[in-house]
Nanobody, 120 residues
Framework: QVQLVESGGGLVQPGGSLRLSCAASGSIFSINAMAWYRQAPGKQRELVAAITSGGSTNYLDSVKGRFSISRDNAKNTVYLQMNSLKPEDTAVYYC??????????????WGQGTQVIVSS
């Protein structure tokens, strides 16, 4: 079992910044990709940013230049630095991780989600 716990969401004014964190714990042998998704009310969940174990990243077009994903492999933690936030960034943000457990079983886990509200 691999658990993901997110933190860092909240209410912020347009133009402000937030930093999300997601820590993975449990029977982890390795984590390959880690990613952040978001889901706004009435919309489908979408990939915001992803990062491989080697540090390669990709971003949703609408967040490029504003958001930055990073990870600390020693802590099994992924971060999402969000700057210049816009009201359209309002959503529940979910962490995702894929890898292998200590028993060499592939896993794909989701966090519980953290709410981000961008409003004046």
């Amino acid at each position: 079992q691999v658990q993901l716990v997110e933190s860092g969401g909240g209410l912020v004014q347009p133009g402000g910044s937030l930093r999300l964190s997601c820590a993975a714990s449990g029977s982890i042998f390795s984590i390959n990709a880690m990613a952040w998704y978001r889901q706004a009310p009435g919309k489908q969940r979408e990939l915001v940013a992803a990062i491989t174990s080697g540090g390669s990243t990709n971003y949703l077009d609408s967040v490029k230049g504003r958001f930055s994903i990073s990870r600390d492999n020693a802590k099994n933690t992924v971060y999402l630095q969000m700057n210049s936030l816009k009201p359209e960034d309002t959503a529940v943000y979910y962490c995702n991780a894929e890898g292998a457990t200590m028993t060499m079983v592939d896993f794909g886990s989701w966090g519980q989600g953290t709410q981000v509200i961008v409003s004046s």
